[in-house]
């Protein structure tokens, strides 16, 4: 596996279940991130890892849940989500963060869908 | 508040030129970025700007004049693949990327 993959590509969830998304990036880099990408909006960043710490506090609900182990590998835990949680969301590295020039290298992203 | 403005759509033909422009009002600024979206993709790094002026990359250029809060990303010789929606990001000064909505290219034969 070569970039950033992540599993699932689909997701279809009710309102009550727990669920998780995974990301990992086989780059090298030291710095992952969390998106949500809507229809028609831009993409709101959601959490940034640097070197396995969370370094941004955006206002997201509690009802997402990250968690980075390693510097490879980033989880988004879902749980009690609702329907206008429904969107794209896309994982990403850098090779640092607050770099500059360090372009961010995306998966392909995790469609869910709540019910 | 921080802003990125980018038209919704541009529609241009096979061969030609499109000019598609980004307006940014952030808190600092450390870089400007572009990124394409294919339909049902990961959007993909295109090109940065940090200081004015024009970086070419084949195709592709890209400009950027910081006291007008302006950029532009300038596609030559438009081929049918280039059809995608485009993003322009502004780094601020606490390093978060400020994202555009993204302007949906379409290119008719």
């Known amino acids: 596996e070569t970039g950033v993959t992540q599993t699932p590509r689909h997701l279809v969830m009710g309102m009550t279940n727990k669920k998780s998304l995974k990301c990992e990036q086989h780059l090298g880099h030291n710095a992952m991130y969390w998106y949500k990408q809507s229809a028609k909006k831009p993409l709101e960043l959601m959490f940034v890892y640097s070197l396995e710490e969370r370094v941004e506090n955006n206002s997201v609900p509690s009802r997402f849940s990250p968690e980075c182990p390693n510097s490879s590998h980033l989880f988004l835990h879902l749980h009690t989500l609702q329907p206008e949680d429904s969107a794209l969301y896309l994982c990403a590295s850098s090779q640092d963060w607050g770099g500059g020039a360090d372009e961010q290298y995306f998966g392909p992203g995790t469609r869910l869908t709540v019910t | 508040g921080q802003n990125i403005d980018q038209p919704t759509e541009m529609t241009a033909t096979e061969g030609a030129i499109v000019q598609i422009n980004c307006t940014y009002q952030t808190s600092g600024f450390n870089g400007l970025f572009w990124y394409q979206q294919h339909a049902g993709e990961a959007p993909t790094f295109l090109s940065y700007n940090v200081l004015d002026g024009l970086e070419e990359k084949g195709r592709f250029s890209s400009f950027l004049s910081r006291s007008k809060g302006y950029s532009y990303l300038l596609l030559k010789e438009l081929q049918m693949k280039d059809s995608a929606s485009y993003l322009c990001?502004?780094?601020?000064?606490?390093?978060?990327?400020?994202w555009g909505a993204g302007t949906k290219l379409i290119i008719k034969p």
């Open positions: 990001a502004v780094e601020d000064s606490n390093y978060q990327l400020i």
